[in-house]
């Protein structure tokens, strides 16, 4: 992509390490980096490496002689602000106001047109304090945008949330977010299938791996839009900056969908997970009864699986949204079945779910790993488009949901 100049403003995180390692790359791919770090962040990584990293000189003191507007210049010179590592006090700091050092002066005086991203790094049990989460919340309302934190374990010992984004993602969401697209959205995507318990090890599932989902989740990152993708545990993750999160059963992506939904403002929703119409009532064999999910069933007969039918998470998708002009994509799977056929299918999902586009295909139809033979409806009767690959179907996604979804709150 073209040279764009980053602002990079660093705290005192011993995560400020891998910070160093994601200006390194953006520098070698061309952009133009000025860094700000906090007294904190110095004790971490030196004055030298910053200059020797960036070739610019390291901006830290908000009084230094002949830098008293600096904050207001860098605001004025950067394409792009992004603060990695951000850790809780910086968080706090920033979503309260301050500005008695330079980080919190050159968020004050952000044109706020221009981007402004947060990498955090914390403990798990910072992250997980309601003043940061407060934090996070406020920040995001104001149009600050998060690279998600990582899981696993952190220089404390602890294992959980909290870890920093990996240089190279950290990379990728600063490309993304530079790419700028006529307009920006915030996109909810589902993937992969469901799977319903049937005792502690078996479950009843399906044959979606999430491809397509990640594909899409990918394009639309890549384009510079923000994307959370809620996936199964065992589907294809992104490999671009989009937030990811998991799960394993009906169950959990009702709760996830009803919780991210409510929570954050989206402009859209792709609906592409493959999610079980039936769950499992209870279990008879051997003569006993048996709850669905706990121990394991015997194996000496036959079990006798008592279904139940799942509600369509499609249809309640716009009602728990904060967007009520939330744009729906939904998708219908057909195996086989002949055009009249599909077609009432995706007639009878419109009819249901109120969705704005419908991506249908068959089963049959599919040769290969990457071929995604598919089309587009629209639910206001225009003609339907044919997409033969995952690529061009999140290509043509991308465009019609700038054209469907409503004015978001999320500025470009």
């Not at 992969?192 to 979606?208: I, M």
Request: hydrophobic share 45%; with cysteine.
């Amino acid at each position: 992509m073209s040279r764009s100049n980053i602002a990079f403003v660093l705290t005192g995180s011993v995560a400020a390490y891998k910070a160093c390692e994601a200006i390194s790359r953006l520098v070698q791919r061309g952009h133009q980096v000025r860094t700000v770090a906090s007294a904190s962040a110095l004790r971490f990584v030196g004055a030298a490496t910053l200059e020797g990293l960036t070739g610019e000189r390291v901006l830290s003191d908000l009084f230094e002689p002949g830098s008293a507007l600096e904050h207001i210049n860098l605001g004025r010179w950067a394409d792009l602000v992004v603060v990695c590592p951000a850790t809780a006090n910086t968080l706090n700091r920033l979503s309260a106001g301050l500005a008695d050092d330079l980080a919190g002066a050159l968020f004050l005086a952000h044109d706020r047109k221009k981007p402004f991203l947060v990498a955090p790094a914390m403990n798990p049990n910072m992250w997980a304090h309601p003043a940061t989460r407060a934090s996070v919340a406020r920040l995001t309302d104001w149009g600050v945008r998060f690279i998600a934190v990582g899981r696993g374990r952190t220089a404390c010992g602890e294992v959980g949330d909290g870890r920093l984004a990996e240089p190279g993602a950290i990379v990728a969401e600063v490309e993304a977010t530079l790419s700028r697209p006529a307009r920006r959205l915030r996109v909810l995507v589902t993937s992969g299938g469901t799977s319903e318990p049937v005792d502690g090890v078996r479950v009843l599932s399906n044959t979606s791996t999430g491809r397509t989902g990640a594909r899409i989740a990918d394009h639309l990152s890549q384009a510079g839009h923000e994307v959370v993708l809620l996936r199964s545990a065992s589907s294809i993750p992104a490999e671009g900056p989009a937030r990811q999160e998991t799960f394993v059963s009906f169950s959990d992506l009702d709760q996830a969908l009803g919780r991210v939904l409510g929570a954050e403002r989206f402009d859209a929703v792709v609906h592409g997970a493959a999610v079980s119409d039936f769950g499992i009532a209870q279990i008879e064999v051997a003569g006993g009864v048996y709850a669905p999910g706990t121990g394991k069933l015997p194996s000496t007969g036959a079990p006798a699986l008592h279904l139940k039918l799942h509600p369509k998470l499609v249809d309640g998708l716009r009602a728990r949204s904060a967007n009520p002009g939330l744009a729906v994509v939904a998708f219908k799977l057909t195996r086989g079945a002949g055009s009249d056929e599909a077609r009432a299918a995706v007639e009878d999902l419109f009819g249901h779910s109120g969705a704005d586009l419908v991506v249908h295909n068959d089963l049959s139809e599919r040769s290969g790993s990457e071929a995604f033979p598919s089309t587009l409806h629209f639910r206001d009767g225009r003609p339907s488009l044919a997409c033969p690959t995952r690529t061009e179907l999140a290509s043509e996604l991308e465009r019609l949901l700038v054209e469907f979804a409503a004015p978001s709150s999320v500025p470009t």
